[in-house]
């Protein structure tokens, strides 16, 4: 049986990169660059750079489908926690939110206990999530990448409803990012085969997590050093929905391939941007 159709998607994470004086020129040119309306595309710039981002893509003919995410969320709405942005603070400034990317578990000591609370309150919030998950290099040698990466997907996940009955299953709410930990920012990706393992992995935890359709509406994305050479083996894995993109996003030439490839998955798949 088909599952539900799955919409791809490229999302950049510009991480700790631009200023609000060139970000809006960046994330213009990348919209011109990757004009393809079968592709959700999604830019997270740092915080300080939300609002130029998201009025160079409203200025931007090619700019109005791009959408704006932010790199984090904190896990309360408000109160004394010096130098946090919460979910609620996004509106009007960004539609999309990444959580529990490594690099924050790695500085920040997140834990799957805190990032469970972020995504309940980014899903509050309306914010289409991407949560990230992934295995350390020597989880993956000892054979523990799938205990790890299903670990965390529970521990984010366990007991988060979707905003509703009605949208889990079609909605665009959670997406996941796939990014072992070895492969991000090192220039070393995994094999298509084994990021396509994973994606079945974190569905079938989706499943017994009580997500619609076993979570086959869940959008998996790979991460982890992608370039626009590399897109490829990964968005020939039809469980693969797209991809996650770190240094190579502030790149426009590199982003106009990885966009230019999830097209043509996009259209070979019939798949929907629209959430
Ligand atoms: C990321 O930041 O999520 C990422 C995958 O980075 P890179 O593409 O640079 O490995």
Same mark, same amino acid.
């Given at each position: ?49 939300? #609002?130029? $981002? ?7 003919? *090619? /700019?109005?489908?791009? &959408?704006?995410?932010? !790199?984090? =969320? ?22 999309? #939110?990444? $959580? ?7 500085? *920040? /000591?997140?834990?799957? &206990?805190?990032?469970? !609370?972020? =995504? ?34 529970? /521990? ?120």
């Amino acid at each position: 049986m088909m599952g539900p159709m799955r919409p791809v998607i490229v999302a950049g994470n510009w991480k700790m990169q631009t200023t609000p004086a060139d970000a809006g020129e960046l994330a213009a040119t990348i919209a011109r660059r990757t004009n393809e309306p079968d592709v959700v595309r999604v830019l997270c710039p740092p915080f300080v750079c939300l #609002a130029a $981002v998201r009025d160079a893509l409203l200025a931007e003919p *090619a /700019g109005r489908d791009v &959408a704006v995410g932010a !790199q984090n =969320v904190h896990h309360e709405l408000a109160g004394a926690y010096t130098g946090e942005v919460s979910a609620p603070m996004l509106e009007g400034l960004a539609t999309w #939110a990444i $959580v529990g990317h490594s690099e924050r578990r790695r500085d *920040a /000591g997140e834990t799957d &206990a805190l990032i469970n !609370q972020k =995504v309940r309150r980014a899903r509050d919030a309306g914010l289409h999530l991407i949560l990230c998950v992934g295995e350390q290099l020597a989880d993956r040698e000892a054979g523990r990448a799938a205990a790890v990466v299903t670990a965390q997907v529970r /521990g984010c996940l366990e007991g988060v409803e979707p905003p509703s009955p009605a949208l889990d299953g079609r909605a665009l709410w959670l997406t996941i990012a796939y990014e072992p930990v070895w492969a991000i920012g090192t220039g070393r990706t995994a094999r298509g085969g084994d990021a396509a393992e994973m994606t079945s992995t974190i569905r079938h935890t989706l499943g017994g997590l009580g997500f619609a359709a076993r979570g086959e509406a869940v959008p998996v994305l790979y991460g982890g050093s992608v370039t626009s050479a590399t897109i490829d083996e990964f968005l020939a894995e039809t469980s693969i929905d797209g991809a996650l993109v770190g240094g190579a996003s502030l790149k426009p030439d590199e982003m106009a391939g990885i966009v230019a490839r999830a097209a043509l998955t996009a259209r070979s798949r019939g798949s929907q941007p629209s959430s």
